[in-house]
């Protein structure tokens, strides 16, 4: 079959003979030489060669036997795209090998020259877990200039696929976002995750393939859009959205999906613990489960049992329970329900206990670090915090401080924030933000009047008499200064305050306490009424440099770095009801700006980006210390002296050092447990968590940035998986009981009393006993189920209820705690005397009739 090509290599006459089935079948295999499977396989396309080979980094076997053998193409066998090693560029092949994917694949061929410096390097990992020897310029991304120059990244369209345009605007300016971009396309084993619909691997396909060094002219975001549509609804369908809103659902979904626990919270729970990792209170948990496996060693036999052995494990279960039931109820009243919550004492004295977060606390992942301390207790499983590379780029805190006129009594609240949705001032509220009157009651109520500090009155002045002929000058200072202007609760908004018992006028006014990495600002310009919606067109003029938040910082905010450079700016063109959605980029690798519109990328001026009717903007740190650190890595990394010691870094870690102002202390816990060791369910990928450094550069970093621990030797934690198997035996004991209980149960004819457990509880309970989540339910909940009448709890009518036994009520407090009881007695005995008495009405008035 002859050879039909789009491209001029030489090379395409010695490939031979295979079809589409042949590769398909070749990409379920492995790597002839280190045995590797997985996405990133290339097959060798000379003729009678049956080579397949990786294409990883850190090994890239492929381009080994290319040079040892001069066979120049290769296919990758997940994307079917053909690559020259002699041309140095893609080739087109149009045989069996499917049709042409505009998709690009995820490999990054490297040169003869890296691969030979990769493979002569002998330095050697710890012997438990054998690691394969990086090169640590490599795992940096301190990339050659040469490089850079010859093809900027970052430049690839995306189709618009029916009414899209949203989504690709705000793709492309969350895709020119360094940190969020780095994290994807090399920490890319970090994204793992069993949670639908996967949108973090979509969305890692889809950044890998905007920034592969050998870009197609555009991609088309299917999967992508198919896992938008399958979250949230509203996305279905044809019809124009909202940019802003398609970001807030993507970054939430990404957040669930990736997120785990936070290792420090996790260690401060495990102070004073029992020395392997847990709290006291998990360890009285777990006594409880100790004392009741050794006791029931038949809960597993047959089931046919006598009514005399049957009724002897009924009374030692009840026994247990009675002899457990103060634990149980001191583990109750051990959990705190405000445990998340943060007491801020005001300058006036006055304590608010308010939720320190607006993240759902929900369980994390099951292949998440939280299989090591899976015994915790109840009170440490609500507490538990949780991050992800969303809230690490884009959360930020505000302080909003809530003050009584009448008591003087200030109530304090800390909220995070992925984006600031800023209002567009006009006229009025221009002249009041300007006004001298207005700044001065501000600055007394702790608010940012002196925002306008370096503006100048003349300057002001000229740009208000400017407003009377061409409409108000609205800059992006005035939009921050609106949003954190003091506001004035009267009339219908009054303040409920906590101490006057009574509705007051208040005033309120917020602060920033925490920065964000990345600053998403969304300028509030629809407006939606009930019948009709209008947009603001106001011109909102904004920096691409020193954006600067220093003015609008808390007092005792520990903020050093407040100034932020414009990364990308999503516009919209048109009205409310029908429009178009673009992108202006700045490219983080030659620094110029782009114009995104769908599958168009067209190269724009500075002043090309300013005039633009800006809708949601993202900032990013600026720190010149941060590029300086950086270069004194990379003269560390050139040097050529020995190092006897190699140490184990965070690669999460290290991508912060890359693209954040400030990456914080190191932090090795996400691949580290409690104990130092590696925990057993992520033994298997641990070269996608850690890179491995030489000494000098270690000793460098740790004494810049601090934290740790060091690590020089891997190994798999002995604890941990003494812990695991515990765990298995607790779920397995368990479940064994339950279902027992729960047959026993169901034989019962007339049962005496009736249990009733909330089903919310039980199903957090049942996903822990079956292995979907690490963590023990808390204690049993049953508030949201009864309902109190004259002083006795009942059954609520109509709520999420089922019905157990009271030997299987028994069994699941002595291990969980938990109330309160609510109990339904099915007594033959009551009905009769209702129906006697409607029988003797029923007679008196007969015989009344009579």
């Known amino acids: 079959m002859p050879v039909e090509s789009s491209s001029d290599c030489p090379h395409l006459e010695c490939v031979g003979e295979i079809t589409k089935d042949e590769l398909i079948h070749k990409s379920h ?11 990133n396989l290339w097959a060798c396309l000379e003729n009678t060669c049956a080579y397949v080979g990786c294409g990883e980094s850190h090994a890239d076997h492929s381009t080994v036997h290319s040079q040892e053998t001069r066979h120049n193409l290769t296919v990758n066998l997940t994307t079917l795209r053909v690559w020259c090693y002699a041309c140095g560029k893609e080739v087109f092949v149009e045989r069996k090998l499917g049709p042409h994917c505009p998709v690009p694949s995820t490999k990054t061929l490297a040169s003869p020259q890296t691969n030979n410096t990769q493979c002569s390097r002998a330095q050697g990992s710890p012997t438990s877990l054998r690691l394969p020897p990086t090169n640590g310029c490599e795992d940096l991304g301190m990339e050659t200039e040469e490089e850079d120059e010859l093809r900027a990244r970052g430049l690839t369209g995306l189709k618009n ?11 492309q300016a969350l895709s020119n976002c360094p940190p969020l971009t780095q994290f994807f396309v090399e920490c890319g084993g970090l994204v793992r995750t069993d949670k639908k619909p996967a949108l973090s691997k979509s969305y890692q396909k889809l950044v890998s393939d905007l920034w592969h060094k050998n870009r197609p002219s555009y991609v088309i975001p299917t999967n992508l859009f198919q896992g938008i549509k399958a979250v949230n609804p509203m996305f ?58 050794p006791d029931v060693p038949d809960s ?22 009675r002899g457990a039931g103060l634990s149980g109820g001191d583990l109750y009243k051990d959990v705190d329900t405000t445990s998340e919550a943060v007491p801020i004492i005001s300058n006036q004295g006055a304590i608010k206990v308010v939720s320190s977060s607006t993240r759902p606390q929900t369980p994390p992942d099951s292949r998440s670090a939280s299989a090591v301390t899976s015994c915790s207790s109840p009170k440490s499983r609500r507490q538990k915090k949780y991050r992800s590379v969303i809230s690490d780029v884009f959360d930020g805190t505000i302080v909003s401080s809530v003050q009584c006129l009448t008591c003087d009594r200030v109530s304090v609240t800390l909220e ?19 006004s001298s009157s207005h700044q001065t009651s501000l600055i007394k109520a702790g608010s940012c009047g002196e925002a306008y500090a370096a503006q100048g009155w003349v300057a002001f002045v000229m740009e208000y008499i400017k407003s009377w002929f061409w409409g108000p000058v609205v800059t992006l200072q005035d939009c921050l200064a609106a949003f954190f202007a003091r506001d004035e609760l009267k009339g219908d908004n009054m303040y409920s305050c906590e101490k006057c018992k009574k ?111 800006a809708y949601v903007l993202f900032y990013k740190k600026s720190n010149e210390e941060a590029l300086k650190e950086r270069r004194r890595v990379t003269a560390l990394l050139n040097v050529t002296e020995p190092s006897l010691l190699q140490f184990y870094v965070s690669r999460q870690w290290l ?74 035996k607790r779920r397995k004991t368990e479940l064994d009981m339950f279902v027992r209980l729960n047959k026993a149960f169901q034989e019962e004819e007339s049962p005496v009393v009736i249990y009733c457990i909330s089903m919310q509880w039980f199903r957090e309970w049942e996903g822990f006993v079956k292995g979907k989540d690490n963590d023990p339910p808390g204690p049993i909940d049953n508030s949201k189920i009864a309902i109190n009448k004259n002083g006795h709890l009942t059954l609520k009518q109509g709520a999420d209820s089922g019905q157990i036994s009271e030997e299987t009520w028994n069994f699941l407090h002595s291990m969980h705690g938990g109330s309160p009881v609510v109990t339904v007695r099915p007594n033959v005995s009551h009905p009769e005397p209702e129906a006697s008495s409607q029988s003797e009405e029923k007679m008196e008035v007969e015989t009344r009739s009579v």
């Open 29 to 39: 295999g492995q790597c002839q030489d280190c045995k590797v499977g997985g996405p």
């Open 161 to 171: 696929i029916g009414n899209t345009c949203y989504m690709n605007a705000a793709l």
């Open 236 to 293: 279905r369908g044809y019809s124009q959205q909202d940019s802003q809103e398609f970001l807030r659902c993507l970054m939430d979904q990404l957040h669930e999906e990736l997120k785990e626990p936070l290792a420090d919270s996790e260690r401060a729970d495990n102070k004073g613990g029992s020395g392997d990792g847990r709290s006291a209170a998990s360890g009285e948990e777990s006594n409880e489960a100790e004392m009741l496996i």
């Open 300 to 321: 597993s036999h047959s089931s046919r049992q006598t009514n005399r052995e049957w009724q002897k494990e009924k009374n030692l279960i009840n026994n247990l329970y």
């Open 416 to 434: 995070n924030f992925q984006d600031l949705s800023l209002p567009i001032p006009g006229k009025e509220d221009l002249a009041k933000l300007h």
């Open 503 to 613: 509705l007051r006028n208040g005033v309120k006014f917020c602060k920033v306490q925490s920065v964000p990495e990345i600053l998403c600002i969304h300028l509030k310009r629809f407006r939606h009424e009930l019948m009709f919606s209008t947009k603001i067109g106001t011109h909102v003029s904004f920096p691409l440099e020193g954006l600067d938040l220093q003015p609008f910082l808390a007092k005792d905010s520990s903020a050093h770095t407040t100034s932020y450079d414009l990364l990308s700016v999503i516009c919209h063109h048109g009205t409310a009801s029908s429009g178009h959605y673009i992108a202006y980029c700045r490219n983080d690798l030659n620094n110029l700006w782009y114009e995104f519109d769908d599958q168009s990328v067209t190269e724009v001026s500075e002043s090309c980006v300013q005039n633009a009717e």
């Open 655 to 728: 991508n912060k050092f890359k693209t954040f102002a400030e990456p914080g202390p190191i932090s090795n816990d996400n691949f580290l447990c409690s104990h130092g060791g590696v925990p057993p369910a992520k033994a298997a990928f641990i070269d996608d968590l850690v890179v491995m450094l030489p000494q000098n550069v270690w000793d460098h970093l740790y004494s810049r940035y601090g934290g740790g621990p060091a690590v020089n030797h891997l190994y798999v934690c002995h604890t941990c998986q003494t812990e695991i198997e515990k765990l298995e």
